[in-house]
């Protein structure tokens, strides 16, 4: 027996320095190819880019990657006690790798010949994370092994935990906990419950097989297992863990919790911040604070999608958009197919009529709900024959939807449910600052998931007659007052050309005879703008409303442009009257305010035009340059210009203290003051008492615009303002069919400006313009826009600027008719 225990001890002794040696070769072949551990402690985690309004509100998440970091101190210890025991119950204990657990693992190897336990400890996990790759060979397990304990020696338990809980796939691409949280429940980590915690730490395992939304049942089962091995190592008490193991689960996926929707915004700034930082921009953590604001976002929103649904129920119902044999339809499951093609869009759900009568309709929806459509929610549903036609109001239920038609309904304030349709229409908004440019709300159309084709900047539509405030600038320039007459009559042109003639008439087809500016203005008088632009030129007014940000090649060379028949995007008309709103200068559009990085750092930042009050037109009456830096339009691929030095894209990683400081960028004067006051005080009239003056429901005294509508009704706009705000809506059909013979800028696009500029201007002083140096107020006669006599009882008072009065009315030209010599003041050609 001595000789066997003998034998027996220099067996082991000699398998141990056998090991010894075993393990010390292996390390010396394997050691040069570790990698240093000390890039852990700077590891650039893959997070994406997140995109937010000048207050901090989420407007969208882009990247392949869902991932929130969340630093070890702000991880609950239920989620953190739940992980060390489901993963890892000795992690304080062991060096990095668990000899029990390895023992385990050979066992289980030896006696089923299957490698079914791996025996890795949350050290282990990181290094093959972070370092290695996740095939199960003896050769990555021996690496493993060897990186779990050089990690140990170098970093913190808590360093590794912090790493762990960041870094690990936890199913329907969420790494780390926080994202897990925010996918699976909605929530950030604090607010997760002890069973949602133990959830969570059930994913390692298995996540893309095992999770509670692809398969709930076995997800269960091994939540509650983490619940067990919490109460077995006494990490919760009795109580909390028959609660937490009552708890039902209710993890569903929840895409990136946003809090604001503009998805036509967000993907103007994946753009731009693709072009400006590469594939980096989906990776590296960058954070994008736009200037929009998220309270008229939303409130742009609503009107948009509020507006075009007015408009398209007062053109009728066009039908159910499809109808299938209800007969055979009897339970909820084979209801549930017949809606899977259809899908929720702004709010409008879709549904199956599953029974109607004369009176109620009950309609299944895509949600799970059934609810009840009265005759009083189809009110509106007269049957559609043509954009000016509709047939007769509905007196049943069963004159407008039977059972098997698929419908859409939206929920009202009220509580109740209305009968509703997609409109076929499309509308754009944009709401910009005067003052420095910053966009502060814009809704590209109805809806981003059924459209993605952004009108605010893609779409080119004729203004119509909201292009004519331009047009009055530049007569202004050239001598015209606001009470110079032009004659409102017919007039034909021949087109050489198209061998035809062109006789322009107004909307309303009725001619006025000679009419002060100011009066054409109000009632949109076509025929004054035509003459009008004749008389200062084409040629001219082209080069001078090109200084309100026009390409000179977008403005047609002939007298149509009179009539707005040029094609702008919406953004180029905002910006345009921006200058009306400021006094005169012409500003850049941004809406990127600022990019920081994931350490904070800011990398880059907008520097917008700064208005100078001081930059005045030269003592040779020439205005500055227009923009001295201006670029061709760079957006990608959106067509409005790129502001060059308006942003710098700073050195990654330098401090915002360190950042350099950016220059000045002063905004030019391009209209004097006294001429941007005389337009706006013209656009004032339009609104108080003109084409605009719906928009005095808002009970204001400072606003000022213009209604739009071209040929055929297949445009529809107002551009309006005040010191604060511009914004601009159009309303259209993409493929310019006509809107209906009555849908003029002021029914169809005002409501829309009206009910956002209500939102938008919610105690924002009420503070009308101040009339600036170099005007005047004298009374005229409203007949001749002449001065009128002292004695005369219609004078009404009218602006001029102080160099440029008419004469006085018994002085004027033309005021003897007997003398040939003289000219008849209301013929001006």
Not at 210 to 234: C, D, G, Q
Not at 579 to 605: H, R
Request: hydrophobic share 40%.
């Amino acid at each position: 027996m001595k000789k066997f225990f003998r034998l027996i001890l220099r067996l082991g002794v000699v398998s141990a320095l056998l090991g010894i040696i075993v393990i010390s070769v292996t390390y010396m072949v394997v050691a040069p190819d570790l990698p240093e551990v000390d890039t852990l402690r700077d590891v650039r985690l893959q997070v994406p880019l997140r995109v937010y309004t000048d207050d901090h509100k989420l407007i969208s998440v882009f990247g392949e990657k869902r991932r929130i970091p969340v630093p070890i101190e702000q991880i609950p210890d239920n989620l953190k006690y739940a992980f060390l025991a489901g993963e890892d119950a000795r992690f304080y204990k062991h060096p990095g790798i668990d000899y029990q657990g390895i023992s385990r693992a050979v066992w289980n190897l030896i006696t089923t010949g299957e490698k079914t336990i791996g025996g890795s400890t949350i050290t282990q996990l990181v290094a093959r994370n972070f370092f290695l790759s996740f095939e199960k060979t003896f050769s990555r397990k021996t690496r493993e092994i060897f990186l779990a304990l050089k990690i140990e020696r170098e970093l913190s338990k808590d360093e590794i935990l912090d790493l762990f809980f960041n870094k690990i796939l936890l199913g329907h691409r969420a790494y780390g906990v926080g994202a897990a949280a925010d996918v699976y429940y909605g929530k950030t980590v604090d607010e997760l419950t002890l069973a949602q915690s133990a959830m969570i730490a059930a994913l390692p395992k298995a996540p893309s097989r095992i999770n509670p939304i692809t398969s709930p049942e076995r997800a269960l089962e091994r939540r509650n297992y983490v619940l067990r091995r919490m109460r077995e190592l006494e990490y919760i008490s009795e109580e909390d863990f028959q609660q937490a193991l009552a708890e039902r689960d209710n993890a569903f996926y929840h895409g990136a919790t946003t809090e604001v929707s503009a998805p036509y915004l967000a993907e103007m700034v994946r753009q731009e911040a693709l072009a400006l930082l590469g594939d980096d921009a989906y990776t590296g953590g960058y954070i994008v604070h736009t200037t929009i604001n998220s309270r008229f976002q939303e409130a742009a929103n609503e009107s948009v999608m509020a507006g075009l649904e007015e408009y398209d129920r007062r053109h009728g119902y066009r039908g159910a958009e499809a109808q299938v044999d209800i007969a055979g339809l009897l339970t909820t499951q084979q209801w549930d197919e017949v809606l899977s093609p259809y899908r929720p869009i702004a709010g409008l759900v879709p549904g199956l009529v599953i029974e109607a009568d004369e009176e109620l309709a009950l309609v299944y929806l895509k949600n799970g709900q059934t609810v009840a459509l009265t005759l009083e929610s189809m009110r509106w549903a007269r049957p559609f024959i043509s954009r000016n036609r509709q047939g007769r109001e509905p007196k049943t239920v069963l004159d407008v939807i039977t059972a098997g038609d698929i419908v859409r309904s939206r929920l009202t304030n009220d509580g109740s449910w209305q009968l509703g349709q997609l409109p076929e229409a499309e509308s754009t908004l944009v709401s910009l600052d005067p003052n420095n440019g910053a966009i502060r709300a814009l809704v590209g159309g109805y809806d981003f998931s059924r459209s993605k084709y952004n009108r605010a900047l893609q779409a080119r539509r004729q203004p119509g007659s909201s292009f004519k405030p331009f047009l009055y600038s530049a007569a202004l320039a050239q001598g015209y007052t606001t009470a110079s007459l032009v004659n409102d009559a017919p007039i034909v042109f021949q087109d050489q050309e198209l061998e035809r003639t062109w006789k322009p008439q107004n909307f309303s087809e009725k001619f006025f005879g000679p009419t002060r500016l100011r009066e054409a203005m109000v009632n949109s008088r076509n025929l004054v703008s035509i003459r009008l632009l004749r008389d200062v030129g084409v040629s001219y007014a082209r080069e001078y409303i090109s200084n309100f940000g026009f390409e000179l090649s977008e403005l047609p060379a002939n007298l149509s442009m009179a009539l707005g028949s040029a094609n702008l995007p919406p953004l180029a008309m905002a910006r345009g009257y921006a200058v009306f709103a400021n006094g005169g200068f012409l500003v850049d559009p941004f809406y990127i305010q600022s990019i920081t990085d994931s350490e904070g750092n800011i990398v880059y930042q907008a520097n917008p035009t700064i208005i100078c009050e001081d930059c005045e037109m030269g003592d040779d009456g020439e205005l500055p340059p227009v923009v001295n830096d201006r670029q061709a339009p760079e957006f990608r691929p959106l067509a409005i210009d790129k502001p060059g030095p308006q942003q710098a894209l700073k050195d990654k990683g330098a401090s915002p203290s360190s950042a350099p400081e950016l220059p000045p960028r002063y905004a030019p004067r391009v209209i004097s003051e006294q001429n941007a006051y005389l337009v706006r005080s013209m656009m004032m009239d339009v609104i108080r008492r003109g084409t605009g003056v719906k928009a005095m429901q808002l009970g204001r005294s400072d606003l000022a615009g213009k209604t739009g509508t071209t040929n055929e009704q297949k445009d529809a706009w107002f551009s309006g303002y005040n010191n604060a705000l511009v914004t601009t809506v159009w309303v259209g059909f993409d493929s310019h069919a006509p809107l209906g013979s009555l849908e003029v800028g002021g029914r169809a696009a005002l409501p829309v400006w009206i009910s956002f500029m209500k939102v938008a201007l919610d105690g924002v002083p009420d503070e009308p313009p101040l009339m600036p140096n170099g005007l005047a107020q004298a009374r005229i006669n409203p007949e001749t826009g002449l001065l009128a006599r002292p004695d005369d009882p219609d004078a009404i008072m009218e602006l001029f600027e102080a160099g440029n009065l008419p004469r006085m009315e018994d002085s004027a030209p033309g005021a003897n008719p007997d003398d040939p010599e003289e000219e008849d003041p209301y013929d001006i050609y």
